[in-house]
């Protein structure tokens, strides 16, 4: 069973930066996506950067030029460094790992960090 653990979240003024961090426990085989998505109030869960085992990343439109997403491959943490915040991207931000343990699918979400930005 893999764990999920999201840090670094807090409250900050618009225009600041926060570096989001995730770090993982347990065991898997094979990692296929690691992510972030984010939710806030009254809204649906979205994808805000994603990055995949090939190398590639994905950004929301929104977040696009803003946002980075990282990781250490050594270590298994994944990263979401968030420069020039809006208050729209106020939410509770979620780690996800999409992967396999042996022949099982891997689907783990951690409990996630909140972000708050004031105008």
């Known amino acids: 069973q893999l764990q999920l653990v999201e840090s670094g979240g807090g409250l900050v003024q618009a225009g600041g930066s926060l570096r989001l961090s995730c770090a993982t426990s347990?065991?898997?085989?094979?990692?296929?996506?690691m992510g972030w998505y984010r939710q806030a109030p009254g809204k649906q869960r979205e994808l805000v950067a994603e990055?995949?085992?090939?190398?590639?990343?994905n950004y929301a439109d929104s977040v696009k030029g803003r946002f980075t997403i990282s990781r250490d491959n050594a270590k298994y943490t994944l990263f979401l460094q968030m420069n020039s915040l809006k208050p729209e991207d106020t939410a509770v931000y979620y780690c996800?790992?999409?992967?396999?343990?042996?022949?099982?699918?891997?689907?783990?979400w951690g409990r996630g960090t909140l972000v708050t930005v004031s105008s």
């Open positions: 990055s995949s085992s090939d190398g590639s990343t």
């Open positions: 996800n790992v999409r992967g396999h343990y042996l022949a099982n699918p891997v689907d783990a």
């Open positions: 347990g065991v898997i085989s094979v990692i296929n996506t």
